[in-house]
C-alpha cells in the first residue's frame, strides 16, 4: 500500500494530486472490544500513550489530508498511533 501510493504521489504530483496514508494502530471498535482482558493489555503495553486510539482521531487525520493546510504534502505515511511506531 505504501509504495503504491509514493509510486502514485510522485506521477501525479505535477498535476498538483497528493497521495499520503495513514497508518493507524489498534482503534477502538466493536472489533477490539471482543478481545480478551490480556491481548488488549498487550496492545495496551505497547503503545506509549497508554490507550486505543479513537475513530475521530483518525477522521481529523484524514480531514487534515484532505484540507488545503496539507495541499504541499504528499507521499507520506501518517502514523497515528499514540506513539506505537517510535517503539
Known amino acids: 500500500m505504501i509504495g503504491s501510493m509514493k509510486s502514485f ?20 471498535n466493536a472489533m477490539t472490544g471482543e478481545l480478551p482482558e490480556n ?11 497508554g ?3 479513537q475513530a475521530d482521531e483518525i477522521a481529523a487525520s484524514v480531514a487534515f ?3 488545503n493546510e496539507a495541499s504541499y504534502i504528499t ?9 506505537m511506531a517510535m517503539i
Open 75 to 83: 507521499g507520506q505515511t501518517f502514523h497515528v498511533n499514540g506513539g
Open 51 to 53: 490507550r486505543m486510539g
Open 39 to 49: 491481548v488488549i493489555k498487550n496492545m495496551l503495553d505497547a503503545i506509549p500513550q
Open 9 to 28: 504521489s510522485e506521477e501525479s504530483a505535477t498535476r498538483r494530486i497528493t497521495a499520503n496514508c495513514i497508518a493507524p494502530s489498534f482503534i477502538e
Open 65 to 67: 489530508l484532505a484540507s
